[in-house]
């Protein structure tokens, strides 16, 4: 059964660090790779998506960087202010297409 | 706008009875499907529906009913709550193969079963 770890759980830096966030997962067969942004008691918000042929994917200040072969994939974010606060969560789509399968997060806080 | 819409947010109940979240997408995507987040738990599947008239269980089925008489919509409905399914439920739907851009989730509606 795919699981998904997230490490670390929690993490606090100052503003304008640059930081990485980290996604493994144990079966390989993956479909592709979202992560997604969750202030505290929302919704989620999509980040970005990686098909399971790609390697990376950039939006803005975020880099997503998937290997599917080791099933790990990292979320770099340069740059971090005060707004990035909020938990960071890693899915992987089966193959079947049938379902999402999250991680429990990383919860991020960013001090000015 | 591109969006799924959960209703209602928010949801004060009693045990026993009978409620339905509504969930609608108005993208025409073929894939929904239901999920409840718990602290530490995370997000786990409760159905999904590749199609209309077609659902399947998740990971968390007990105590939930679906259908999906059209594309659009995808109703949970509790028919007998009880406290333990006091959660945070979000509807998430997707186009399927190579047309899938990922997932696009709705608000959330915070169930509160007393």
């Known amino acids: 059964k795919q699981e998904v770890t997230q490490i670390p759980a929690a993490l606090s830096v100052p503003e304008g660090e640059n930081l990485v966030l980290n996604c493994s997962f144990t079966?390989?067969?993956?479909?592709?790779l979202q992560w997604f942004r969750q202030d505290p008691g929302k919704g989620l918000t999509s980040l970005l998506l990686?098909?399971?042929?790609?390697r990376e994917q950039t939006s803005g200040r975020l880099n997503a960087s998937l290997d599917k072969s080791s099933g790990r994939s990292t979320l770099y974010i340069a740059a971090s202010q005060p707004g990035d606060s909020a938990t960071y969560l890693c899915?992987?789509?089966?193959?079947?297409?049938?379902?999402?399968?999250f991680g429990k997060g990383t919860t991020l806080s960013v001090s000015s | 706008e591109a969006q799924v819409t959960q209703n209602p947010r928010y949801l004060i109940t009693v045990t026993g009875k009978k409620l339905t979240v509504t969930c609608s997408q108005n993208?025409?995507?073929?894939?929904m499907s239901w999920y409840r987040q718990d602290p530490g738990l995370g997000l786990r599947q409760i159905y999904y529906?590749?199609?209309?008239?077609?659902?399947d269980k998740g990971d968390v089925p007990e105590g939930y009913k679906v259908s999906r008489k059209e594309k659009r919509n995808f109703p949970l409905i509790l028919e007998s709550p009880s406290p333990n399914q006091t959660s945070l439920y979000f509807c998430?739907?997707?186009?399927?193969?190579?047309?899938?851009?990922?997932?696009?989730f709705g608000s959330g509606t915070r169930l509160t079963v007393v």
């Open positions: 993208m025409n995507h073929e894939y």
């Open positions: 899915a992987v789509t089966n193959q079947a297409g049938t379902a999402l399968i």
């Open positions: 990686i098909q399971s042929s790609q």
């Open positions: 529906s590749m199609n209309v008239e077609v659902t």
């Open positions: 998430a739907s997707s186009s399927l193969g190579y047309s899938n851009y990922g997932y696009t």
């Open positions: 079966d390989s067969a993956i479909y592709n």
